[in-house]
Nanobody
């Protein structure tokens, strides 16, 4: 059973930064893609960033140039560095473990999810 434990959310002013962490356990972390999703009230969950087992990355257009996803296989941890935060980034952020080595934008391509961490950006 894979477990994902997120940390790093909080309240920040617009223009500020946060770093989310997701510690994984239960399978060989380095073999699988990882993703960060977010869900704002009244909106569908969307993939924000993903990283494959070979470190290829994906970003949704709205965060390109501001967010950076990375992974540390020695620590079984994936990170999301969020800079220049905007009020529209406010959401619950979820870490997800992929079923495959490559990433996908489909929710169904991820089989384990963290509990979520709230990110609130004030204007």
């Amino acid at each position: 059973q894979v477990q994902l434990v997120e940390s790093g959310g909080g309240l920040v002013q617009a223009g500020g930064s946060l770093r989310l962490s997701c510690a994984a356990s239960g399978r060989t972390f380095s073999r699988y893609a990882m993703g960060w999703f977010r869900q704002a009230p009244g909106k569908e969950r969307e993939l924000v960033a993903a990283i494959s087992s070979s470190d290829t990355t994906y970003y949704v257009d709205s965060v390109k140039g501001r967010f950076t996803i990375s992974r540390d296989n020695a620590k079984n941890t994936v990170y999301l560095q969020m800079n220049s935060l905007k009020p529209e980034d406010t959401a619950v952020y979820y870490c997800a473990a992929g079923r495959f080595s490559y990433f996908s934008r489909l929710n169904s391509a991820y089989d384990y999810w963290g509990q979520g961490t709230q990110v609130t950006v004030s204007s």
